[in-house]
């Protein structure tokens, strides 16, 4: 049996809850999604630092249909076109930082995470605050062209 790897990308952005991309235009992650939706990364990143077996420097997983969103751990806190890395205290920090701005945004916003996590980021998080019914795989270009 084929597999229907448009239905499998769908369904892992479902799971995700939330779309993600980098954007070299502004250098920045980009993540979009509900409220509840964008909350599910920092349930990752908590599940993340909760695993014993990240607690090594460059131990790392992988997130999304695509896998390029990478979470890292690292001596210190620092986000790259690469990865999203620190510590593992600095990811629970990262974890709450994301919890808390989301809790007081409001859908239609955008906020960013940058130098309240680490000081020698080369790169920033952005996030957009899409309405309840939002679906993730609708921004994925690569599963809706001919």
Not at 8 to 23: A, G, N, S, V
Not at 36 to 59: F, M, Q, R
Not at 76 to 105: H, V
Request: aromatic share 14%; with cysteine; net charge negative.
């Amino acid at each position: 049996m084929a597999i229907n790897w448009n239905e499998k990308f769908i369904d892992e952005w479902r799971q995700l809850r939330f779309h993600y991309d980098f954007e070299n235009e502004d250098n920045e992650w980009k993540f979009l999604g509900s409220k509840e939706g964008l909350k599910n990364l920092a349930t990752l990143v908590d599940a993340y630092t909760n695993n014993k077996g990240n607690v090594g420097i460059s131990e790392h997983e992988h997130y999304g249909p695509y896998s390029y969103l990478k979470i890292m751990t690292w001596d210190k806190p620092t986000i790259t076109r690469g990865f999203i890395a620190g510590t593992i205290q600095d990811l629970k920090k990262l974890s709450e930082i994301i919890t808390d701005k989301i809790n007081k945004a409001c859908v239609g916003e955008t906020f960013r995470i940058d130098k309240e996590y680490g000081i020698d980021n080369t790169a920033t998080l952005s996030f957009d605050v899409m309405p309840d019914n939002f679906d993730p795989a609708s921004l994925d270009k690569q599963l809706f062209t001919e």
